[in-house]
């Protein structure tokens, strides 16, 4: 169902002239064109600090009216949002994304506007130093489609497919310095899963049934 739109474009002359302020440093937008809603920012140093910010970008992607809307709130969220418009309604499409406070997407949401929901969710997690520790794909809340699991250092650790929160292909597996390791048999769910430490030493062997562990 639509919403309204509530963006007022009868303000855009006067805040696309702030956006030219050279104290703002723009590339802490996500949107890296369009124009600010509203602002408000420290200078510390010399350098920008925002405390909140919004802004959107008007486009056509093929024959819809797009709209995107970011939001940042510092320590709070900050959200990248998309928009089919029609007239004075729009509809969330496509994916939106939430990051956190240093800028890393934490969520994408997959708004599928002809079924009329959001139910593909990818999540994403990372270790101190930045590089990602997972990604991870839900549908409906559960585990589905390839999820990626990677090392400290950024290598890919390994690739398994989910089937509606169970445990059902094992797509690739590999030690801290990127050597292959065996997959074991799984395949569909059901057959032996081989865990590994990061060195590649073999720590157990599980067999899995309907992508269920067996005991």
């Known amino acids: 169902m ?26 802490l937008c996500k949107l890296q064109t369009g124009v600010f809603i509203k602002k408000e920012f420290n200078l510390i140093n010399g350098d920008t600090v925002y405390k909140k910010f919004e802004k959107y970008l008007t486009t ?61 969710v990818k999540k994403f997690s990372y270790y101190p130093n930045g590089n990602m520790m997972a990604a991870l794909s839900y549908y409906n809340r559960k585990l589905n489609g390839n999820s990626y699991f990677y090392h400290n250092d950024g290598r890919l650790k390994n690739s398994i497919e989910y089937n509606k929160g169970e445990l059902w292909n094992i797509n690739a597996y590999y030690d801290q310095n990127g050597n292959i390791l065996d997959q074991g048999t799984i395949c569909d769910g059901t057959g032996m899963v081989y865990v590994y430490a990061s060195t590649g030493k073999l720590i157990s062997m599980r067999w899995y049934t309907a992508g269920k562990k067996v005991k």
Not at 6 to 22: D, K, M, R, Y
Not at 62 to 84: M, Q
Not at 103 to 117: E, F, N, S, V
């Open 60 to 120: 056509f992607e093929g024959n819809d009216s797009v709209l995107y809307l970011e939001s940042f709130n510092a320590n709070k969220s900050w959200t990248l949002l998309r928009y089919i418009v029609k007239g004075k309604e729009r509809a969330a499409a496509g994916w939106q994304s939430e990051f956190d406070i240093n800028g890393y997407k934490l969520i994408d949401r997959y708004c599928d506007i002809k079924a009329g929901d959001c139910n593909l």
């Open 2 to 27: 639509y919403k309204p739109v509530l963006f007022i474009l009868l303000f855009g002359c006067i805040i696309a002239a702030n956006c030219q302020s050279p104290q703002l440093d723009l590339h």
